[in-house]
């Protein structure tokens, strides 16, 4: 940037966010549909990520399918199909470590044994999600705070 005068000061620091927001764009609009799909994937798992992770970074390939297929194939419902699925580990009340897989779809998050079929107290609407919680330290848990009494999960998603 050029040098100015004090009186541009703020019409600078507008500029360069223009210029910014520009070429975002232009980056973000060379992308296939796909690749546009999986850059916003990223920056949504760093913008929530990151604050709470010291050293957070984005690598690797965010798709949306990471259980196995048996695990996904309970799930596949044509009218609300899977957007996501991942094995994770359920943290009993009693401190129990279980395994199991997370589905989410466009209306519910299922915390669902791989061996039985959907049971409807492992699922909790996403409307009734309060927040999401990702521990500061090094693990890798995560906790689904939920408006409906004792539906609240603790997860080890790594």
Not at 67 to 87: G, I, K, L, M, N
Not at 125 to 154: A, F, W
């Amino acid at each position: 940037w050029p040098k100015h005068g004090r009186m541009l000061d703020k019409a600078e620091e507008m500029l360069k966010r223009v210029y910014t927001n520009w070429w975002a764009h232009m980056k973000v609009k060379a992308l296939s549909a796909k690749q546009q799909q999986l850059f916003r994937v990223q920056l949504l798992a760093h913008r929530f990520l990151a604050p709470a992770k010291k050293g957070f970074k984005i690598q690797g390939d965010y798709s949306q399918h990471y259980a196995d297929a048996d695990a996904r194939a309970s799930f596949e419902d044509p009218t609300d199909p899977v957007a996501f699925d991942a094995p994770v580990v359920k943290i009993s009340r009693k401190g129990k470590a279980m395994d199991r897989t997370l589905v989410i779809t466009s209306k519910f998050v299922y915390r669902a044994d791989p061996r039985f079929k959907v049971n409807p107290a492992r699922t909790l609407p996403l409307e009734n999600i309060q927040k999401l919680v990702v521990s500061s330290n090094k693990d890798n848990c995560l906790l689904i705070k939920s408006d409906l009494e004792g539906r609240d999960m603790v997860l080890s998603v790594g």
